[in-house]
Antibody, heavy 122, light 107 residues
Framework: QLVESGGGLVQPGGSLRLSCAAS????????MTWVRQVPGKGLEWVAK????????YYVDSVRGRFTISRDNAKNSLYLQMNSLRAEDTAVYYC?????????????????WGRGTLVTVSS | DIQMTQSPSSLSASVGDRVTITCRAS??????LNWYQQKPGKAPNFLIY???SLQSGVPSRFSGTGSGTDFTLTISSLQPEDFATYYC?????????FGQGTRLEIK
């Protein structure tokens, strides 16, 4: 399972670090990702990270402000969020990515945490 | 970025009905299309990958078809637990993008 933590209320311009604790599978085998959802709205992919943390990708709206990382020894995924804005207010989910196939692999998010709410407001 | 558009945005149906949800991509994505179900206050639940392959444990009343730009999710006989919001998601390119969701309500 995946369990997120670290959400809360933060002022605009502030920082927050989210954590995602993984259990029940070999965490170090998988790409991991963060997806967010504004309450009552749709899903938005935020960032992804490969197995050893050497490849990181971000949605344009958070690039340069958010940093995704992992500690395989602790079976944990992180999202450091800096320079937070009101539009970053959302429930943040961590999710496991399953990949298969050859040169252009298929992939999907098969396991999700319950999410942690981040509210950016003064 | 590839835009994903679902229709309808909401749908009312009865238990036992057959329903179809459509997802359209702004460019061809072959069969790099996944479907998720989300119930209020819960995380998304993964249903279908590669446009038509059912995730293990997902009831066979769910099915997916399509390739290129046009895709469908069909529920052959609605059950009470199927009333939820459904999202398509392309995995053809980064960033992965989701449709806006289709809310399936009880008539």
């Amino acid at each position: 399972q995946l369990v997120e933590s670290g959400g809360g209320l933060v002022q605009p311009g502030g920082s927050l670090r989210l954590s995602c604790a993984a259990s029940g599978f070999n965490f170090s085998y998988y790409w991991m990702t963060w997806v967010r959802q504004v309450p009552g709205k749709g899903l938005e992919w935020v960032a992804k990270l490969n197995q050893d943390g050497s490849e990181k990708y971000y949605v344009d709206s958070v690039r340069g402000r958010f940093t995704i990382s992992r500690d395989n020894a602790k079976n944990s995924l992180y999202l450091q969020m800096n320079s937070l804005r009101a539009e970053d207010t959302a429930v943040y989910y961590c999710a496991r990515r399953i990949t298969f196939g050859g040169a252009h692999p298929y992939w999907y998010f098969d396991l999700w945490g319950r999410g942690t709410l981040v509210t950016v407001s003064s | 970025d590839i835009q994903m558009t679902q229709s309808p945005s909401s749908l009312s149906a009865s238990v036992g009905d057959r329903v179809t949800i459509t997802c359209r991509a702004s460019q061809s994505i072959s069969t790099y299309l996944n479907w998720y179900q989300q119930k209020p206050g819960k995380a998304p639940n993964f249903l279908i990958y590669a446009a038509s392959s059912l995730q293990s444990g997902v009831p066979s009343r769910f099915s997916g078809t399509g390739s290129g730009t046009d895709f469908t999710l069909t529920i052959s006989s609605l059950q009470p637990e199927d009333f939820a919001t459904y999202y398509c998601q392309q995995s053809y390119s980064t960033p992965p993008t989701f449709g806006q969701g289709t809310r399936l309500e009880i008539k």
